[in-house]
């Protein structure tokens, strides 16, 4: 996250080695970008929300105090300063479809299409905070449903845009005829539907990929039909790998009943390992991770999460949830937790958990050599039918440089991990799926160009 300061292991940006204060300079997004290009990493994924969360205590103050997953930067602006250093490396934006305007994030998606040479993609999220409602005009977010609704409205424009105004064949740019764009090729989109009303056409040309490779991340009922339809990699939140084994078999199978390939949904779980040369190294990173985490920022981050403000209970006494509406999902999320780690079931206090939630929450967190960190994504590989994982860091940038010096010869010696990207300075799809385009079975490849239609109109 483009955040000055801790995103997901809070209270290490402290430490004098870490540049997380930096993250408000081009430098740090540029060797940032150096590096995941010299490990041959797939790509950088962004993650992002508008104001922040104002759940604990009722305020952002917990969060702006401890610098953690504030003063975010908009990560459009940087993206094109990576690509110009780097040659492969792709780069995911996340971007809400509930306060964007579709003809407006067309246009700047496939500007960063043409600009990264097709090395872009679109993690599409809904926004879910009364706060981020309010600071964009609104009294309180719409329902999680109507939120997915809309979002899939936004979609169809999206494809209309991208896919539909401009034919393969309209650019010219001919020095002999002085031809630049022919305007026979080029025609309106006009969308009547639910939530948008579009006549135009879109204003950039086509771009390498036309749409860009498109990101998801809802597992809820809504979120796994959106998913289903729209979605080419999906980023999870799942704590071991059986259940991200059965997350995978379930969007799988709704893909397939969506009439595409179910293997071509790529799945991404995240990890947040700690890797040391030897297991006292390990040892020894893991407990300078411990000694600078923030647990109180670890709880504000989980209530913005869950929407539960846990400020009201003491930090060290067992939190007792019997007067709490949202008792059965807390203890779900304990439950989870003790599974992810296979620890004994004790009482949770609000320390425990932010700790927890300081050093990776529900996502896994191995400690150990590159072997050993090895080992537990490969299970994962064997197990869950997972295609990458999405690795966040404790400290910057020494967890990517033990990503890319470390693990990753690792994972190559095991044939788990690439030699080379499998189409060098391609596009994004190409080294994710084979195509530089949307697959012919993808809801969007329906609304591709029509030479016999003089417009391009559909409701949605």
């Not at 459009?76 to 305007?101: E, I």
């Not at 985490?293 to 060290?316: C, E, H, N, R």
Request: glycine fraction near 8%.
């Amino acid at each position: 996250m483009a955040c000055v300061g801790g995103y997901m292991a809070s209270g290490q940006w402290k430490r004098p080695e870490d540049t997380s204060t930096t993250k408000d300079t081009i430098k740090y997004y540029t060797d940032l970008a150096r590096l995941a290009d010299r490990g041959k990493i797939s790509a950088i994924f962004f993650a992002d929300w508008f104001v922040g969360f104002d759940v604990y205590g009722g305020s952002l103050d917990t969060m702006l105090n401890a610098a953690h997953q504030v003063a975010h930067l908009d990560p459009y602006a940087l993206v094109s300063a990576m690509a110009a250093v780097t040659n492969n490396v792709s780069f995911a934006v996340t971007q809400s479809t509930t306060y964007s305007t579709p003809y407006v994030l067309a246009r700047q998606f496939s500007t960063l299409d043409h600009l990264t040479g097709g090395r872009c993609a679109w993690n599409i999220v809904t926004c879910f905070t009364d706060s981020s409602a309010q600071a964009l005009g609104h009294d309180k977010i719409m329902g999680h449903d109507e939120r997915y609704d809309m979002a899939d409205g936004f979609m169809d424009v999206v494809y209309k845009l991208w896919e539909s105004s401009w034919s393969p064949d309209s650019v010219e740019l001919d020095r002999t005829t002085g031809l630049g764009f022919d305007a026979q090729k080029i025609k309106k989109i006009e969308h009547r539907g639910k939530y948008f009303n579009v006549s135009g056409r879109s204003q950039v040309h086509p771009s390498p990929q036309r749409t860009p490779v498109l990101f998801q991340a809802g597992t809820s009922k809504s979120g796994t039909s959106f998913a289903a339809k729209h979605a080419e990699a999906i980023f999870l939140n799942t704590v071991n790998p059986q259940q991200a084994k059965k997350t995978i078999s379930d969007l799988r199978a709704a893909a397939a009943a969506n009439g595409r390939d179910p293997q071509s949904l790529k799945f991404f779980p995240c990890f947040m390992p700690i890797i040391g040369r030897t297991p006292e190294d390990a040892k020894e990173k893991h407990e300078r991770a411990i000694a600078n985490a923030d647990p109180v920022a670890g709880l504000a981050q989980f209530s913005g999460y869950t929407g539960i403000d846990l400020a009201k209970f003491p930090l060290d006494e067992p939190m007792d949830l019997s007067g709490m509406s949202q008792a059965m999902a807390i203890q779900a999320v304990f439950r989870a937790l003790e599974a992810s780690e296979g620890e004994e079931k004790r009482l949770w206090t609000p320390r425990r958990l932010g700790m927890r939630m300081a050093l990776g929450g529900l996502h896994p967190c191995p400690v150990g050599t590159a072997s050993q960190v090895a080992d537990v994504m490969q299970e994962w590989i064997e197990e869950a039918d997972i295609d990458g994982c999405n690795i966040s860091s404790v400290t910057n940038p020494g967890s990517w440089e033990d990503v890319v010096h470390l693990l990753i010869p690792e994972l190559q010696r095991r044939g788990l991990y690439w030699d080379d990207y499998k189409v060098p300075g391609g596009t994004f799809r190409e080294n994710l799926l084979g195509e530089k385009t949307l697959r012919d079975d993808h809801y969007g490849a329906t609304f591709r160009w029509k030479h016999e239609d003089k417009a391009v109109s559909f409701g949605g």
